[in-house]
């Protein structure tokens, strides 16, 4: 259920992580918060990093859609033991505490869903997303398997992703490979796992495995004795019970600036893992802290607040010795601890890209020519500084959205290689500019001609040769040639550019604005100098007709 079946550590050991390996990923065991990509977020991805998506409707439409899906909404019916002392906290301190956004019910009293949730009622993508999918029939789950590479073969001299190898356990136990293939591959294998699967697949970016983030928590504990009848959080409240997270404080989060900073809220501690990140003093000391488990609260920031062995009894202690204590233990440096710093968001390792040439966000195939995408945690351009699953499923359901017009539409360009382009407007423009021009070339030359040559045959005199008029006729077809020429290829390149074969060699080709402004400016000068030549070639006929007038007067 978790990666490394259970606890995760740095090289040094410094932070614990926690990662889901399970069917349904991180949101299996996630603990039920689902806040949307802070709008800070959002706004630094779109303008920093040029990822115009999270700053477009077609973002906040896929957050939407994610949290109907999920069921996600903010109110409880009763609240567990550490989220009503963190609340009561906050409020007799004046601190902002505020519901968190939940995707279960407001009568989801279970602490337990660390683990899974037993009774299916926390919306995780196994009880939605992945529904969707055995009921649609059109794909399978597979549990206790490992994906090993992707498979891929070159077309047309560039590589592409065909597929993927995975090893699996049959019903015997035994391990078997099996091979997926697929028009369109996907990897989300989590920050910490898919960097090394991209280069068991032979990607050689240099950057695989870089930009890695983590969200450090430090913990407080709090014990909440039930040996008396006035006790609070009353006797029958247990840590181990209740909404995971319900409140959460951002008192100290520097939302009007950078907009990152710590966020107060409450993990989900069960005997196993509140005996591993309590300090060792002796072993005295643990008993007493584990039997004390079940009325102990738990809190935990992001950064700027530590736990290094110290304790302070609140209720003897005066406002100037808790202040003092607050100021001393929040400026420790994350280092030394007693207690590990912890982590259960790990992002960026194998972050988004953007091409610039195109001017629309694009799912980067890095399989070197497409055919590939990647989706989760390791996409993030930075850490979130809340809890990433919505945005994860947004980014997703997005990225989703892309492969169906890849595979239905041909609506998605890849990296210029492998690549898929839409059918632009432009091509019936440009079908019916090509029709306009040839008629009125044809059709003034006609005219033209008929004129010229119809004068000298009812007139029978030779008409003197309009030098000037054919100059202006062999411009016009050469305007109306390359008019032709450059409206014929814009044209062809709007249509749709086929997965693999791109307009040319495989390769998609983008119409710049200036291609049909110049088109439409040659196809203006033949028509231009067509005009001109009738006009002078008439004006001609008309002098040559009055000065025979003239001669047969005199005569």
């Not at 919306?123 to 999918?133: H, M, R, S």
Request: positive net charge; proline residues 3%.
């Amino acid at each position: 259920m978790y990666l490394g079946h259970g606890i995760m550590g740095t090289d040094n050991m410094d932070v614990l992580l926690l990662a889901g390996s399970t069917v349904g990923g991180g949101s299996t065991i996630n603990w039920s918060a689902s806040i949307r990509t802070p709008p800070h977020v959002t706004k630094e991805w779109s303008e920093k990093y040029d990822l115009k998506l999270f700053g477009s409707k077609n973002y906040e439409n896929a957050l939407d859609v994610v949290c109907r899906k999920m069921g996600v909404q903010s109110e409880f019916e009763h609240e567990g033991f550490h989220n009503m002392i963190l609340r009561k906290g906050c409020e007799n301190l004046g601190y902002q505490v505020e519901n968190i956004p939940r995707n279960a019910n407001s009568d989801h009293y279970c602490g337990w869903c660390c683990l899974g949730c037993k009774d299916g009622r926390k919306k995780g993508t196994a009880e939605t997303w992945l529904v969707d999918l055995v009921q649609s029939r059109n794909g399978a789950i597979i549990t206790q398997c490992e994906a090993i590479k992707v498979i891929t073969e070159k077309i047309k001299g560039k590589k592409r992703a065909i597929g993927v190898a995975f090893a699996f356990q049959t019903e015997e136990g035994k391990t078997e490979i099996g091979i997926v293939e697929a028009k369109v591959t996907v990897t989300a294998c989590g920050a910490l796992c898919t960097p090394g699967f991209l280069k068991r697949s032979g990607l050689k970016n240099p950057n695989i495995g870089k930009n890695l983030h983590l969200h450090p928590v430090v913990m407080a504990w709090g014990y909440f004795p039930d040996d008396n009848s006035n006790a609070w959080p009353e006797a029958e409240k247990k840590s181990y019970e209740g909404g995971i997270m319900t409140a959460m404080s951002k008192v100290v989060a520097n939302f009007e600036s950078s907009g990152y900073g710590a966020v107060i809220q409450t993990p989900a501690l069960h005997p196993g893992l509140f005996s591993a990140l309590m300090p060792w003093i002796s072993g005295e000391d643990f008993k007493n802290r584990m039997i004390r488990f079940s009325r102990t609260a738990h809190v935990f920031a992001n950064r700027d607040s530590t736990y290094n062995g110290r304790a302070l009894n609140v209720k003897r202690a005066s406002e100037e010795e808790f202040e003092r204590f607050v100021k001393e233990e929040s400026s420790r440096p994350l280092r030394d601890l007693s207690a590990p710093i912890c982590s259960a968001h790990q992002m960026g390792s194998c972050r988004m890209g953007w091409i610039r040439r195109d001017p629309r966000w694009t799912l980067r195939g890095d399989l070197g020519g497409g055919g590939a995408f990647r989706g989760g945690f390791e996409r993030f351009p930075t850490a979130l500084g809340v809890n990433p699953m919505v945005t994860i499923q947004g980014i997703a359901y997005c990225i989703a959205q892309s492969i169906v017009e890849v595979l239905d539409k041909e609506k998605l360009k890849l990296d210029g290689n492998l690549c898929y382009l839409p059918r632009s407007s432009a091509v019936g423009l440009g079908i019916g500019g090509l029709i306009c021009l040839s008629i009125a070339q044809v059709t003034g030359n006609l005219f033209i001609c008929r004129k010229f040559y119809s004068g000298q045959q009812n007139r029978g005199c030779k008409v003197r040769k309009p030098s000037v008029s054919c100059i202006l006729l062999v411009f016009s077809w050469i305007s109306f040639g390359l008019a032709v020429i450059l409206m014929s290829v814009a044209t062809s390149m709007s249509r749709s550019q086929p997965f693999g074969e791109g307009w040319l060699d495989g390769e998609c080709y983008l119409v710049k604005d200036g291609v049909f402004i110049g088109s439409a400016f040659l196809g203006l000068l033949a028509l231009g100098s067509t005009l001109g030549s009738g006009a002078i070639t008439i004006s001609r006929m008309q002098a040559e007709e009055n000065r025979k007038v003239h001669a047969q007067v005199d005569e």
